[in-house]
């Protein structure tokens, strides 16, 4: 009997000791041991207890704390000298009452600080038990009461920590959420100075006579979001009671002051048997710690207006009376909240602020980074100085922005349209997160840190507290899951201060004038004329319907439009540029990433304002396809593609259409967004140099659109062959087929109006008849002209043949052999020329090698140019010249044709090669440049006539790119439009009002180029 009543014994101890592990014990022998103490006879039977335990942070600990809470009341005396009954009313109390078993066992639990303080004072535990759902949220008016009692330090410091216990209860059972925990540690805190100010008055009422004292709280404490331990940053000022006679009277109320101060500042701060309550930090007055604690209103003022630097403004954002003499209080606060909303218009603020913040990230230890939930990146200061710096920026204008509180300043950001819903709903979230586990961090032993512990006992105690409030499966392992939840916000919080605290809209915002950010109509009228605008009751009309209204979408136009119409104005035409921006809005409007990325995405909205604002070709394409807008924000979005990707996307969309006509509108749709890709980045790109026309080096803008925009017609070239063959001949046409690029094409210059030159060339396939491949090849070429000159809104792409042997009266198509045979026989010099330019840009990439393979010898010839074939050369540029330049035209300004144009460089580089590539490999290439640059590096060039040719070509090709972009329509000379050409000179580089110094720098470097043209290509002797 004995052995099988063990056994039951022994089963009914494993039973226990499995529960008690299933109930999150880590130590079951100890928390036996201690469940079979005397002390705890009451309740051991309770099933209950176990699973009030199981819901605790710490299991362990609560256990613990509860065995020591008894046993100190076992020894302790209740008033009146009756022998303490109170472990047994605690005890019966937390059979019958849930709600304190849940609060009591949970804060032992989670916080053993606060076990230590109910073990010293055992009957606070009743503050536990009393209060009712009435009254969950108590204020600062219900604190100071609690505090009335505190005649010291350590009275101080009891009534304190009582206050805390009941915070702390309500924060772990989930009856108050993270913002409502904080707010009510701020009210307790300032209801703790006021209670050491009384003190301190208390113990020296003479210097209370002579002053008067207001504590100012800043930080996390004037926000209204305390940590549970955490430095309570205060701004004392002070002023004398009586009316300074002498200046004594004010020297004597700053003594008094400053030792009232500094004794509230020991009775919070200083450690005692009760341990603290929290530093108080006056660090953030002015001068900080080498300035005088006190300082009267005046003094303040004096210090910030002339003194202060951007982060003392940034503090005082969240700078709040508290305690003291309110009257002094609210004159300070409302002396000092101007210069808080003006702090953005200072010089440099935005960099000023970001660089801030970059040094505290660097000045964490490097073993630390990773750990630290504050100051890391991917912290709590990430979100802080984000939400700060959106606040200070915009809440110039707008007063509802102004809070103190991080979370409330965040949903009015969202609210008012500043930040997205979506980015601030997550950084509400993760916000709330980082400071609910700094909070269990610092409960536990209510010490001051930031750093995440490493050991698996900490890490386990914080997760199993949060996982209770953010309902995590209980399946999973709380300490994965914390770390894994930790990481992620962590993550979402460095992208989204990456994306808000660096916007480029902030720091253009910040250099708003103070009136530019608001201005009622007439104001607004008024500066819309100061800023350049020739309609400014149009330009009102535009805003107006933009802007008005109380809808989401109204609401970020007016954040952008103040800084839109800044650039606008640094345009040649701000007016069309604020009419096309209305235009693209009216498009786009309802789609809801568009103004979210002019808002949020990089330099999205700049960019954009420069294109709408630099012309019409631009906005004309973006106005057919306004979804592009969408590349104005992506950092590669501007880069241009290359043109296997591009022939690739055509080709498929050419495949998928179900005529010829739908193929080539596929492929032109393709064109008109490459094309706005290539205007766009173009455009862009010319603003915000400080470089003058004559010293910056252009020439990699210009080859990268003049090889972007061949690529793009080549690939268009392509997509229409395909389209054409399938409409004729299914998928395989008689003959192979090859597009041969000329001119500028083939020399890969193109520009925004410039014709594609081509010449067509075919091969019968084995077998098929040369009549009939001679017909398949003709309809093909004809359809392929035909399908591209269909009628467009889009720029044109004229297709030319007419540089084919016989020109216009020639065969449009031709045969390799007949090509061969044609060149052979009756090929004249300026054939040879133009072939310098041939390159295969479409079709069978082997025929197009071997028509290359042809015309080689006839444009690199063997021995060079003879002397008779140089002056036929000669002699046909003059014939162009006199016979092609428009009447009327001043040929000092022509592009292409005039004085040091395009036409004098090419014919001078394309003599050189047809002289000298058959000697000198590397001058066959059909770029201009290069082979200018061949020339010279193979001495047949002086360096300085290279440049100079090479600068005269730059500034010819870079004005008729400017003329199609300003006035959507090719030309070759400066506009006669004012702004117009005011337009053509700010692509240019010109600042406004500039036309006259721009026609004089082209004068003078097309003329320095035709001295050399004259010198290389007219000399008879060269």
């Known amino acids: 009997m004995r052995e099988g009543g063990g056994r039951v014994q022994q089963g009914r101890r494993d039973s226990r000791f499995g529960r008690l592990l299933r109930h999150g014990f880590t130590d079951p022998a100890t928390a036996e041991r201690l469940l079979d103490l005397p002390a705890l006879s009451a309740v051991r039977g309770d099933p209950m207890l176990l699973d009030a335990l199981g819901a605790t942070a710490d299991p362990d600990l609560a256990l613990r704390q509860l065995v020591r809470l008894v046993e100190s009341l076992s020894d302790h005396e209740r008033p009146g000298g009756d022998p303490a009954g109170g472990p047994q009313e605690l005890l019966g109390t937390l059979i019958g009452a849930k709600p304190l078993r849940d609060r009591l066992l949970r804060v032992l639990g989670a916080s053993e600080a606060l076990g230590d303080h109910l073990v010293r004072h055992p009957l606070d535990w009743h503050d536990l038990a009393t209060y009712e759902s009435a009254d969950l949220h108590p204020g600062v008016e219900e604190f100071t009461r609690c505090l009335d009692d505190a005649h010291d330090a350590d009275t101080l410091r009891a009534a304190y920590r009582r206050c805390l216990l009941s915070i702390a209860a309500r924060d772990v059972c989930g009856t108050i959420d993270l913002a409502a925990a904080a707010t009510e540690l701020a009210d307790l805190a300032t209801a703790t100075l006021r209670a050491a100010l009384r003190i301190a008055g208390d113990a020296a009422p003479e210097d209370t006579a002579r002053c008067r004292l207001a504590v100012i709280a800043m930080g996390k404490c004037g926000g209204h979001e305390l940590n549970y331990v955490s430095d ?324 970020i136009q007016r954040t952008l439009l103040p800084v839109l119409l800044e650039w606008f104005a640094d345009s040649a035409d701000p007016d069309a540029g604020l009419l096309n921006f209305r ?207 269909l009628p467009s809104a889009d720029p044109p792409l004229l297709v030319d043949a007419d540089l084919r042997p016989e020109g216009k009266t020639g065969p449009l198509v031709r045969t390799l052999t007949s090509y061969a045979a044609y060149y052979r026989r009756w090929s004249q010099v300026w054939e040879s020329q133009a072939l310098l330019r041939a390159r295969p840009v479409a079709g069978d990439p082997g025929l197009g090698r071997r028509f290359v393979e042809l015309i080689d010898p006839l444009r690199y010839p063997e021995g060079g140019l003879d002397e008779a074939a140089a002056r036929e050369i000669r002699r046909l540029k003059a014939r162009m010249e006199s016979e092609r330049m428009p009447r009327g035209t001043d040929p000092t300004t022509h592009a292409k044709l005039g004085r040091g144009g395009l036409s004098d460089v090419e014919w001078t580089v394309q003599l050189l090669q047809l002289r000298h590539a058959h000697a000198e490999p590397s001058l066959r290439t059909t770029g201009t440049r290069e082979a200018l640059f061949a020339a010279r590096d193979a001495g047949l060039l002086d360096p300085h006539d290279a440049r100079t040719l090479d600068e005269a070509w730059l500034l010819a090709t870079r004005m008729r790119n ?40 082209y004068r003078r470097v097309t003329r320095r180029a035709r001295t050399v043209v004259e010198r290389l290509f007219y000399d008879a002797e060269s």
């Open 232 to 555: 309570v940053d205060v701004i004392f000022v002070a002023e004398p009671v009586a009316e300074p006679v002498d200046g004594t009277e004010e020297a004597e109320a700053m003594r008094a002051a400053t030792r009232l101060a500094s004794h509230l500042m020991r009775l919070c701060s200083d450690t005692t048997a009760e341990g603290t309550i929290w530093p108080v930090d006056a660090n953030l007055r002015p001068e900080g710690r080498n300035g005088p604690l006190v300082r009267t209103l005046s003094s303040h003022l004096a210090y910030y207006e002339r003194w202060a630097k951007t982060w003392e403004f940034q503090a005082l954002l969240k700078a709040r009376p508290v305690a003291g003499d309110e009257a002094l209080g609210r004159a300070y606060a409302d002396a000092v909240a101007p210069l808080v909303w003006q702090a953005a218009e200072r010089e440099n603020f935005v960099a000023d602020v970001q660089q801030m913040r970059r040094r505290v990230v660097e000045n964490i230890p490097a073993a630390q980074i990773d750990r630290e939930l504050k100051l890391g990146p991917g912290g709590l200061r990430d979100v802080e100085f984000a939400v700060q710096l959106l606040q200070l920026v915009h809440g110039r204008a707008d007063a509802g922005l102004r809070s103190g509180s991080t979370l409330d300043a965040l949903a009015a950001l969202a609210a008012g349209g500043y930040v997205g819903r979506k980015d601030a709903a997550a950084l509400d979230e993760a916000y709330r997160f980082l400071r609910s586990m700094e909070h269990r961090i610092q409960l536990y032993k209510l010490r001051r840190t930031h750093l995440v512990p490493e050991g698996e006992a900490d890490l386990r105690r914080i997760a199993r507290s949060l996982a209770t409030a953010y309902r995590w499966d209980r399946g999973e392992d709380p300490v994965t899951r914390l770390r894994k939840e930790w990481r992620r916000h962590a993550r979402e919080v460095r992208r989204l201060h990456e994306k808000l605290f660096y916007r480029p809209l902030l720091d253009a915002v910040a250099q708003l004038e103070p009136g530019a950010v608001r201005l009622s109509p007439k104001a607004a009228g008024q500066r819309l004329e100061a800023l350049g605008y020739a309609d400014p009751a149009a330009a009102l009309r535009h805003l107006e319907a933009l802007a008005s209204g109380v809808t989401r979408k109204a609401a």
């Open 583 to 789: 235009k693209v809005s009216d498009a786009l409007g309802t789609t809801p990433w568009y103004l979210r990325l002019l808002r949020d995405e990089g330099a999205a909205a700049e960019n954009l304002a420069r294109v709408l604002s630099g012309g019409r070709l631009a906005p004309d394409l973006l106005m057919r396809a306004p979804e592009a807008v969408a590349l104005l924000g992506d950092p590669g979005g501007l880069r241009p593609r290359d043109r296997a990707h591009l022939e690739q996307e055509v080709l498929a969309a050419v495949g998928r259409a179900e005529g010829p006509e739908q193929a080539v509108a596929a492929a032109r749709g393709v064109r008109r967004r490459e094309m706005f890709r290539t205007a766009a980045a173009d455009l862009i790109s010319t603003y915000g140099t400080e470089e003058t026309p004559a010293e910056e080096d252009f020439g990699p803008r210009v080859d990268r659109v003049g090889t972007a925009l061949s690529d793009l017609t080549a690939a268009t070239v392509s997509g229409a062959l395909r389209a054409a063959v399938r409409a004729g001949f299914g998928d395989t046409l008689p003959t192979r087929f090859a597009v041969i690029g000329m001119g500028r094409f083939g020399g890969a210059e193109l520009g925004y109006a410039s014709d594609a030159d081509v010449l067509f060339v075919h091969e019968p396939r084995e077998g098929v008849d040369e009549q009939q491949a001679a017909r398949a090849a003709f309809a093909v070429a004809n359809e392929m002209r035909r399908l591209l000159e």
């Open 962 to 1001: 400017a003329v199609m972009l300003v006035r959507g329509r090719p030309g070759d000379t400066f506009p006669a439009d004012v702004r117009e050409r005011a337009a053509v000179g700010r692509y240019l580089g010109y600042e406004l009002g500039s036309a006259g110094e721009m026609l004089d720098d």
